[in-house]
């Protein structure tokens, strides 16, 4: 059996948080809204508008954006003021330009792996964003490559692999959603380790299906060093 040759890891809710920005956004919308409707569910409205949207405008803080415009107008039976209009699109300066925060333990992980293994960074969301994210991470020096996708399915994870002289079946990704990080990347033949994130977003949920070959779920990020150890020495 093949070596583990590179080690791919997600960035949003994997290396640092970003759902905390969104939650606390939708919270606040619904506040601003509440003179129309609940605020509870002015935050449902913008959530759904939001997954509507995905398809069309894609993943990341300026598809969010329009997607409170477009409910504002809604709700609001098209009277939103423009001063409101122009609160929402600071709100979602304020999500572009936040500080990041990395979750526990990303650079032991990356440091205990990055000498034996290709380090990627395979990312959803606007480019330019996660770019900025990752250079004011300080943790870009660890990868190889910061690849910043519109979806990941398992055609992208194989062209990825391939990019950087690999192979799905030599690469482990390691990733908060099943659905995108870890899933694509078995159904590409390669290996993907769950590190579940504390609040999980629906629309990235999905059941692992029992007996699932090459899957891994670890506590915390940590335990992707186990993993990529052991497959690497499993001959
Ligand atoms: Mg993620």
């Not at 994130?197 to 670890?218: K, L, N, Q």
Request: net charge negative.
């Amino acid at each position: 059996m093949s070596r583990l040759d590179i080690v791919a890891f997600d960035a949003d809710d994997t290396l640092w948080h970003n759902l905390i920005h969104f939650e606390a956004a939708e919270k606040a919308f619904g506040q601003m809204f509440s003179g129309f409707v609940p605020a509870e569910e002015a935050t449902k409205a913008i959530m759904e508008t939001e997954k509507r949207n995905i398809a069309l405008y894609g993943f990341g803080v300026k598809s969010f954006t329009l997607s409170m415009i477009e409910t504002a107008i809604t709700l609001t039976d098209g009277k939103v003021e423009a001063p409101v209009i122009g609160r929402l699109i600071a709100m979602g300066r304020d999500m572009l330009d936040h500080e990041i925060e990395l979750l526990p333990h990303v650079e032991d992980t990356l440091k205990a792996l990055h000498k034996d293994f290709k380090l990627l960074l395979i990312t959803k969301g606007d480019l330019l964003h996660q770019e900025r994210k990752v250079l004011a991470s300080g943790l870009a020096h660890y990868f190889e490559g910061v690849e910043v996708v519109s979806d990941k399915k398992p055609a992208t994870y194989e062209k990825i692999c391939a990019r950087y002289g690999g192979h799905a079946a030599s690469t482990l990704m390691a990733g908060n959603s099943l659905k995108s990080d870890v899933m694509p990347m078995i159904h590409a033949g390669g290996f993907g380790v769950y590190v579940p994130f504390s609040i999980a977003w629906d629309f990235e949920h999905e059941h692992v299906p029992e007996g699932t070959p090459r899957y891994f779920e670890v506590e915390d990020l940590r335990g992707v060093v186990d993993v990529a150890r052991r497959l690497s020495t499993t001959a």
